[in-house]
T-cell receptor, first 112, second 114 residues
Framework: GNSVTQMEGPVTLSEEAFLTINCTYT??????LFWYVQYPGEGLQLLLK?????DKGSNKGFEATYRKETTSFHLEKGSVQVSDSAVYFC???????????FGQGTRLTINP | NAGVTQTPKFRILKIGQSMTLQCTQD?????MYWYRQDPGMGLKLIYY???????DKGEVPNGYNVSRSTTEDFPLRLELAAPSQTSVYFC?????????????FGEGSRLTVL
């Protein structure tokens, strides 16, 4: 089946620290991969995406590279800010399918 | 989150009560989705629709019903509320002509069943 596993949270960092949130997946076919972010009290927003192996998605200083050999899509940011505090979800969709499979989410807190 | 409107934002139900969560979109999309979000569990797909008159089950459909009589509306009904249905519910639609999986979410409806 199709599934996504994220590193467990919560994750707490100081401002300007380097961030990595691990995400690995299991999928039949060729998935597209996504990171969604949920700020407090809001719905989910698409943060970045990658549609094929070796693609790098990037947005707002965040990056993630689609690694087919390790079935991973780790989220990274070089210098986090307090405003990055949120819950981050890794997700996949199978080619041609309009449905998303989500990881369990990782809560990130950035302290000033 | 312009484009997808969910009501109510908050609701408390007693066990056995019924209610309908409303979702309306103004983007004229054929696809609409209902997800539930439980703490530490990510989002699970309840039901989805590929167009007016067409609905299908997701991963966790038990205890819920949906209908899609118009393109704009996709209500989710709980017939006999149970504590296990305490959750945050999100309605979603695809983002324009984006690739499958790029979804645009409503602000959510937080439901508590006591």
């Amino acid at each position: 089946g199709n599934s996504v596993t994220q590193m467990e949270g919560p994750v707490t960092l100081s401002e300007e620290a380097f961030l990595t949130i691990n995400c690995t997946y299991t999928a039949t076919g060729y998935p597209s991969l996504f990171w969604y972010v949920q700020y407090p009290g809001e719905g989910l927003q698409l943060l970045l995406k990658a549609t094929k192996a070796d693609d790098k998605g990037s947005n707002k200083g965040f990056e993630a590279t689609y690694r087919k050999e390790t079935t991973s899509f780790h989220l990274e940011k070089g210098s986090v800010q307090v405003s990055d505090s949120a819950v981050y979800f890794c997700a996949l969709s199978i080619q041609g399918a309009q449905k998303l499979v989500f990881g369990q989410g990782t809560r990130l807190t950035i302290n000033p | 989150n312009a484009g997808v409107t969910q009501t109510p934002k908050f609701r408390i139900l007693k066990i056995g009560q019924s209610m309908t969560l409303q979702c309306t979109q103004d983007m004229n999309h054929n696809y609409m989705y209902w997800y539930r979000q439980d703490p530490g569990m990510g989002l699970k797909l309840i039901y989805y629709s590929v167009g007016a008159g067409i609905t299908d089950k997701g991963e966790v459909p038990n205890g819920y019903n949906v209908s899609r009589s118009t393109t704009e509306d996709f209500p989710l009904r709980l017939e006999l509320a149970a504590p296990s249905q305490t959750s945050v519910y999100f309605c979603a639609i695809p983002r324009g002509d984006a690739i499958p999986g790029e979804l645009f979410f409503g602000e959510g409806s937080r439901l508590t069943v006591l």
